[in-house]
């Protein structure tokens, strides 16, 4: 079945520091791949999307590249702000229900 | 514009009491969805429905029903509570129709003691 794996948090960075958060995917097909950000107390949000190979998804300053032959879909932002600060989830959605795959999240801390 | 609400945001029951969920969406969506998440293991699909009067189960749909009662609402009901089911629920939606994204709920927080 499909599955996502994402490095292993909390993330601790400084402000104005380069951030990665790597993110691998396993899937049968041809997914669609997609960051979601999760603020304290609050719901999903979709950051950013890629549907097919070398697309790149981009918001707000962060990016990430759909790297098919790495199956591979990591979080780069140049520049991190503490308002940054959250729970990023990387997820795919494959077949006809559309239901996303999400691997377990990441924390993420930016320190003033 | 709302998008998708959620309620109760809190709920507290004891181990056997039942209880519904309630989700609604107001950008005509045709897919909704009921997710799980568990500390450390993101989220997890409970129940899908594609369209009005059609569900379907998820990766851990034991201990739960849903109605899809309209094109709006997707209601999940816990028919006798279990400590495991202590959990956040996420309802989401999707436009459908190639759409792949999903919109999510504020969440409810639920205890079971």
């Known amino acids: 079945g499909n599955s996502v794996t994402q490095m292993e948090g909390p993330v601790t960075l400084s402000e104005e520091a380069f951030l990665t958060i790597n993110c691998t995917y396993t899937a049968t097909g041809y997914p669609s791949l997609f960051w979601y950000v999760q603020y304290p107390g609050e719901g999903l949000q979709l950051l950013l999307k890629a549907t097919k190979a070398d697309d790149k998804g981009s918001n707000k300053g962060f990016e990430a590249t759909y790297r098919k032959e790495t199956t591979s879909f990591h979080l780069e932002k140049g520049s991190v702000q503490v308002s940054d600060s959250a729970v990023y989830f990387c997820?795919?959605?494959?077949?006809?229900?559309?239901?996303?795959?999400f691997g377990s999240g990441t924390r993420l801390q930016v320190q003033p | 514009n709302a998008g998708v609400t959620q309620t109760p945001k809190f709920q507290v029951l004891k181990t056997g009491q039942s209880m519904t969920l309630q989700c609604a969406q107001d950008m005509n969506h045709n897919s909704m969805y009921w997710y799980r998440q568990d500390p450390g293991m993101g989220l997890r699909l409970i129940y899908y429905?594609?369209?009005?009067?059609?569900?379907d189960k998820g990766e851990v749909p034991n201990g739960y029903n849903v109605s899809r009662l309209n094109k709006r609402e997707f209601s999940l009901r816990l028919e006798s509570a279990a400590p495991s089911q202590t959990s956040v629920y996420f309802c989401a939606s999707r436009l459908g129709q190639g759409a792949n994204e999903q919109y999510f709920g504020p969440g409810t927080r639920l205890t079971v003691t």
């Open positions: 997820a795919l959605s494959e077949g006809g229900r559309r239901a996303l795959t």
């Open positions: 429905s594609a369209s009005e009067g059609t569900t």
